[in-house]
Each structure stands twice: as C-alpha cells, then as structure tokens.
C-alpha cells in the first residue's frame, strides 16, 4: 500500500516538474526575450540615439528563435534526456541571451547591463547554491561580453567605468542571493516551527486517545469479569432453586392440592428461563474475555440438524409447521467446532420455530461443488418476517424487534449476539435476509 502512495507520489511530482519545465518556463522565456528584444529597441532609440530595424530584427529573431528553438528541445526530449536535466541547462543559456540584448544594445555604452541580474531574481526561491550559481554565471557572463569588445572588436573602453558596473553587477546580485537566502531560512524554520508544533499536537492527541482506550478496555474487562462473577453467584442458587422445587413437585406424601403444584411449576419454569438468561450472559462474556477455546473435529451436518430437529419435535407438534432439511448426497464432514456449531444452529432453529406459526422451517446446506465441502448453511422460515430497518440490529446484545416480543415469544435478546460471536470465532459470517409477513434467512457463510 504504502510503496503504491509513494509510485503514485513519484508520477504526480514528476509530471508536475515536466509541466513546469515543458510547458511554463518556456512560455515564460518567449515572452520575456521578446520584451527583451523591444527593451534594446526602445533602449536604442532613447538612449543611442540609434533606430535600426535589420537590428531590431536581428536581436527579436535571435531572442524569439532560441525561445522556440530551445521549446522545441524540451517538448521532445525533457522526459528522454538522462545525461543532465535539460530544462535546468537552457535556465543557465538565458543568461547569454541577456548578454547578447546587452551587446545589441551598445555593448559597453549599454544601460541594460542590469538585465543580468533578471535569472538571480528569477530564481531567488531556490536553493542557496542554485541562486549564488546564477550570481555569479551572471557577473561572469558580463565580464566575457567586455573582453569580446575590447580584444575581438578592439573598442575603446573605459577600464574605471567597467569595473565600477561589474562592481555594481556582482553586489547586486550578491545582494539577491543573500537576501533571498535569509528569506529562505525564515520560510523554512516558520514551516519548521508549523511542523513541530504539529507533531507535538499529534502525539498529545494520539496519547489521549491510547490513555482513552487503556480506560475503555480496562472498563469493558470490569463489565465482563463483573457479569461473570454475579452469573456464577445467580446460578448456583438458582439450580438449587429449580431443584428443590422439582422435588417438592413430585408430592410423595400427597400433600399438595392442585393449585400449590401450580404454583411449583411456575416456579421452575420461569427459573429455567432466568437459568437460561443467565447461561447467555456467561457465554457471552466468555466470548467477549476471550475465554472461549475451539475444539475442531469432523462433523457430519446432516446428523447433526437431524438431532436438532428433534429435540424441538415436541414444540411443534403445537403448530401447523414442518422441519426440512436440504442437504445433497455425499456431503464431506466440516471441520469445525460442533458443541459451537450446534449451539448456533439450535439458536437460528429455535427462533424460526418461535416466531412461525405456520408453513415451514428449513435447514439448507450448499456444498462446494469440486470438493463436496459445505460452504453455506441457511436456515429458512416463513414466519414473521423482520423489518429492513431492523436487519442490523437484531444481532445487538438485548434488542429484540418489538419488545413486547419478549412477552409474547420469550428470550432476552441474546442468541443473536451470541451466534454471531461464535460464527467470527469459528471464522464464519453470519448473515440475514428477511421480509416481514414472508419470513427470514439466517445464513452463515463457511468460508
Ligand atoms: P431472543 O430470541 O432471545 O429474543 P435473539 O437474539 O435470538 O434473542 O433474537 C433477537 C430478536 O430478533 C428477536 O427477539 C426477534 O425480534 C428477532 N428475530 C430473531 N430471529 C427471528 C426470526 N427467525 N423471525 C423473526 N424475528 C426474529
């Protein structure tokens, strides 16, 4: 992921520079040395005194054709050209440009001598070296253009008045180079200083939020051992509750009228659903404490759904419903854990029975065609149905859709929440589909 960001980075900066090397610099250095060209022109004019279009056009064909000329160069071999960066190359030939607009204009009677500090300013936002680079290229440059006057055009030239303007050249642009380096030096602490702060921010939110979680984790494992805990103390009195009352149920003297035997069966059973709350909250705060370990074996789905099925044989027997199984011949056996297994199925089976009154619950097993593999177990009802908005929240600890539910089919709102924590500890998905007033599947995905 992280090499991927960086190669998309590296394209992006690259064709950011090619931009700026291609296409903006160039255009800028056409403009630039045909003002340049209309500089001298009008410089001529002024200041010598002199008006020559061949010279005029002379110095625009030269300035306008190396601009095009060199446009031309970076268009087809910027990307191309390894040797040395191309577009850094014609930034430091401007600067002979500068210098023939200072011979066309007079030479040494030029008053566009100061044009060579233009690249020095141009390029002031770059590094220190770059800037004194083109300081001291520009000083040189001028130096070069004096020695051509006077050993190649042997021209009269005042010694005192050159070495003045090169003085004033070489301060000038010294004086860009170093100001512009303070500037640089400014920008980069102040961004420095963004940086630091910012890191500092950071690491005081991101120890607030580790301080936040130690808490958070710190109170969750208190919830848990705290549920474990009154679990355990709840249920043991609880058994011996349900059992004393199933004794006292029995009647051996034939002591108890009808209604006390009433009475003793209320007793155990509300006590087995309290019991059974109470087993729930224990599971799940195993699951949640990671106390809960998988025994994987190989086990036979069909054989397994069929001993589900009937252990609720007696329930339905009081409505218009029927179990089915749907299993191909030749199933392989899961490799799973099956007292888990069972458990969520029992819980996906009950809750269909619950809430159908009539038509039909089904178990169907889709295998793996090539390996004969189960891949799939859907448990189908026809009942009644879940609301969409609901679809998520059933599996919430303590929701129930309607919770008058509660009353008119029983449970706390547990066996959602458990069985999808045992799917994800056995490394299956549990999911649901479900249309109120046609029923629901619960399908869990094997793999
Ligand atoms: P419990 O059944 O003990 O209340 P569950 O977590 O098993 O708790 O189910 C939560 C709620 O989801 C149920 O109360 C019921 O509203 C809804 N529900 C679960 N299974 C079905 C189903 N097959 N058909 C309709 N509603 C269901």
């Not at 004086?175 to 940086?195: E, G, W």
Request: hydrophobic share 45%; net charge neutral.
């Amino acid at each position: 992921m992280k090499a991927e960001f960086d190669l998309l980075e590296a394209d992006r900066s690259r064709r950011r520079s090619s931009s700026y090397n291609v296409v903006q610099i160039p255009l800028l250095r056409l403009v630039g040395l045909t003002l340049v060209a209309i500089g001298v022109l009008v410089h001529n004019y002024f200041f010598l005194r002199i008006f020559s279009w061949t010279e005029f056009l002379e110095i625009a064909s030269i300035q306008v054709g190396y601009s095009l000329a060199s446009w031309l160069i970076l268009y087809l071999y910027y990307e191309k050209f390894k040797l040395f960066n191309l577009g850094e190359f014609f930034l430091h030939l401007d600067v002979l440009l500068l210098v023939v607009a200072v011979y066309y204009s007079g030479g040494e009677r030029s008053w566009l001598f100061f044009l060579l500090i233009f690249r020095t300013v141009d390029q002031a936002s770059r590094s220190f070296r770059t800037v004194m680079a083109f300081a001291h290229e520009s000083v040189f440059a001028y130096v070069l253009l004096i020695f051509y006057l006077v050993f190649v055009e042997h021209r009269d030239i005042s010694v005192p008045t050159e070495i003045s303007k090169v003085f004033i050249l070489y301060a000038a642009n010294l004086y860009i180079a170093l100001t512009a380096v303070q500037a640089l030096r400014n920008r980069t602490i102040a961004a420095m200083r963004v940086a630091r702060d910012l890191t500092a921010q950071l690491r005081e939110k991101s120890d607030q939020l580790e301080e936040s979680k130690n808490k958070a984790e710190a109170a969750n494992l208190a919830k848990s051992q705290f549920l474990a805990i009154v679990s355990h103390e709840l249920r043991t009195p609880l058994t011996a509750v349900i059992g004393f009352a199933n004794v006292l149920m029995k009647d051996k003297n034939k002591k108890l009228d009808s209604h006390e035997i009433l009475y003793l069966e209320r007793i155990v059973e509300n006590g087995k659903h309290l019991l059974r709350i109470i087993n729930d909250i224990l599971d799940l705060t195993k699951i949640e404490t990671g106390h809960l370990a998988l025994e994987i074996g190989p086990v036979p789905l069909e054989a397994l759904v069929r001993q589900i099925f009937a252990e609720f044989e007696e329930q339905i027997r009081e409505k218009d419903l029927s179990l089915r199984m749907e299993c191909h011949d030749h199933t392989a056996k899961l490799e799973t854990d099956q007292v888990k297994l069972k458990q969520v199925l029992l819980n996906l089976i009950g809750n269909g029975i619950k809430f159908t009154e009539k038509g039909s619950v089904t178990v169907r097993v889709q295998v793996n065609e090539a390996t004969r593999v189960p891949s799939r177990i859907d448990v189908i009802d026809t009942g009644i149905g879940i609301p969409s908005d609901r679809l998520e929240s059933v599996f919430d600890a303590f929701q129930q859709v309607d919770n008058t539910n509660a009353r008119a089919y029983g449970g706390a709102g547990l066996g959602l929440t458990i069985s999808r924590s045992l799917c994800g500890l056995m490394g299956y998905r549990l999911t649901l589909e479900s249309k109120v007033g046609h029923g629901s599947t619960f399908s869990i995905h094997l793999n």
